[in-house]
């Protein structure tokens, strides 16, 4: 490769609003060592991959990727895995693809300006793998956010759960937490450059512990929505094990914190819970959801959920169909168990057959759509406040989200432009399963 001055990378990210946000700060810290970001491979002479493991068709993706871009090598250009299938599938990933430079897991971006140097010398063979116990968290000051109005903090990396079916301990790395301070810090700094939504992020995020004590996780959380200029604070995602009554009463008493609270639950049985080592029962979770059912403000509620975990039966898939109901999610995120590498899961007998799995995620999107169906209708006539994300200009409508993180979908009077980034006042006169419909009041 050439002189740092012309060098240019092009990064793809997959997978959750983490990666989303590692790849700001190792998009920064790739500009801040003198690289130029272009927007696509053809450009490139560093190609990077933050990758996904969660399930294995994610994985799969990042390996079709790298096939499809193979015949780019004979141009010079190096390669590059970064994230979760290269932290779990490490050194194993420059023999199934011998184009690839450097493999770097989430726990060792710190080293990536060594890693740079190393490329650049010709090495072949740039690791970085070996990070997972460390305390440290991946802080810099040069993130690259791509939203000027609503950016991410990561306030915890790593998670020390091991849940039966999950690859994020040994990808990611074990729990660490940055100090409050540090967090303050970011938060002030991006109030000051405009941002007015934050969304404090973790894979664990409620499982905070401030390394220097000062505060815990609802604390925190209130102390960020005191910040001059911040009014809106989400966080996610919430593991219910951890989930104190301190959140909601925090919720409650801080406006700024938004109304909403993404708590996975997995299964709406407890055998099945007990079988996935989540560490609660379905009574306890329940038991969390009536704290956020009894707050002043109303909580909007959103759940992840594993269909066809070995060993489920037709009855323990039946009490999370009838856990939804008890709930009435706004939003479910469901996914088929999907057997992966290292997890204690992949040696529990009987396996769910892919046919049946695809029929309980279908019968279970269906159950869902109608609870959302009928909690939507009930915003008809009120007042909600949107943050302004963008225009449809071929239905004429602009689009935000409320506080309550829902989809809305708004026509404004004649000669009223909405600033993006800014916030409308939207009376809601329609809505869907997925969004609302409205017009701005002004
Ligand atoms: N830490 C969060 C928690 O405990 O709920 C979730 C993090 S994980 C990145 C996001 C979601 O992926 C999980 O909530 C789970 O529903 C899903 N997931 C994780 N491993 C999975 C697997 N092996 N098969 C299917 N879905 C999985
Ligand atoms: Fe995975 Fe469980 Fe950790 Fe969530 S808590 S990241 S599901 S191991």
């Known amino acids: 490769m050439s002189d740092r001055a012309d060098k240019k990378f092009y990064l793809e990210t997959f997978g959750c609003q983490m990666n989303v946000h590692d790849s700001?700060?190792?998009?920064?810290?790739?500009?801040?060592?003198?690289?130029?970001?272009?927007?696509?491979?053809?450009?490139?002479?560093?190609?990077?991959?933050?990758?996904?493991?969660?399930?294995?068709?994610?994985?799969?993706?990042?390996?079709?990727?790298?096939?499809?871009?193979?015949?780019?090598?004979?141009?010079?250009?190096?390669?590059?895995?970064?994230?979760?299938?290269?932290?779990?599938?490490?050194?194993?990933?420059?023999?199934r693809a011998p184009h690839v430079s450097m493999v770097c897991g989430s726990a060792s971006y710190r080293n990536l300006p060594q890693m740079l140097v190393q490329i650049e010398a010709g090495n072949r063979h740039v690791t970085g793998l070996d990070d997972r116990q460390t305390d440290e968290c991946f802080e810099t000051e040069f993130t690259s956010r791509t939203n000027p109005h609503r950016g991410y903090i990561t306030i915890i990396e790593g998670c020390d759960k091991f849940c039966a079916y999950c690859v994020v301990p040994f990808t990611r790395g074990k729990e660490r937490s940055r100090t409050s301070d540090s967090v303050l810090a970011e938060a002030r700094q991006m109030a000051d450059l405009g941002y007015t939504e934050i969304q404090l992020l973790g894979q664990n995020v409620n499982s905070y512990k401030d390394p220097a004590g000062k505060m815990s996780f609802a604390e925190l959380l209130a102390a960020v929505g005191q910040v001059a200029g911040i009014r809106r604070v989400r966080f996610t995602t919430s593991h219910p094990r951890d989930f104190g009554k301190d959140i909601v009463e925090v919720i409650d008493a801080v406006q700024t914190l938004c109304d909403h609270v993404h708590l996975p639950v997995q299964s709406g049985s407890t055998r099945v819970l007990d079988a996935m080592q989540r560490l609660y029962?379905?009574?306890?979770?329940l038991e969390r959801i009536a704290w956020m059912k009894s707050a002043k403000r109303e909580i909007s509620l959103t759940t992840d959920i594993i269909v066809g975990f070995p060993g489920e039966t037709e009855a323990e898939f039946e009490e999370t169909l009838s856990l939804l109901d008890a709930v009435e999610y706004?939003?479910?995120?469901?996914?088929?168990?999907?057997?992966?590498?290292?997890?204690?899961?992949?040696?529990?007998?009987?396996?769910?057959?892919?046919?049946?799995?695809?029929?309980?995620?279908?019968?279970?999107?269906?159950?869902?759509?109608?609870?959302?169906?009928?909690?939507?209708?009930?915003?008809i006539g009120q007042c909600l406040e949107a943050m302004v994300e963008g225009k449809n200009e071929t239905r004429a409508q602009w689009n935000g989200r409320t506080s309550q993180n829902k989809v809305l979908n708004f026509v404004v009077p004649d000669g009223i432009t909405p600033t993006i980034g800014g916030y409308a006042s939207v009376e809601i006169t329609g809505s869907f399963p997925n969004s609302l419909l409205g017009q701005m009041m002004v």
């Open 24 to 95: 700001e700060k190792v998009i920064g810290t790739l500009i801040s060592e003198g690289y130029r970001q272009v927007p696509t491979v053809e450009e490139a002479d560093l190609v990077l991959y933050n990758t996904c493991s969660i399930r294995d068709k994610a994985e799969q993706k990042v390996f079709h990727r790298l096939a499809d871009y193979k015949k780019f090598q004979k141009q010079g250009k190096v390669f590059g895995v970064l994230g979760c299938v290269a932290q779990q599938e490490g050194e194993k990933i420059f023999e």
């Open 281 to 285: 029962t379905r009574d306890q979770y």
């Open 330 to 379: 706004d939003g479910v995120f469901s996914f088929k168990y999907s057997p992966r590498p290292n997890t204690p899961a992949l040696n529990l007998e009987d396996a769910i057959p892919d046919g049946e799995k695809a029929r309980r995620l279908t019968v279970l999107m269906e159950r869902q759509r109608d609870i959302q169906k009928r909690r939507n209708q009930r915003h």
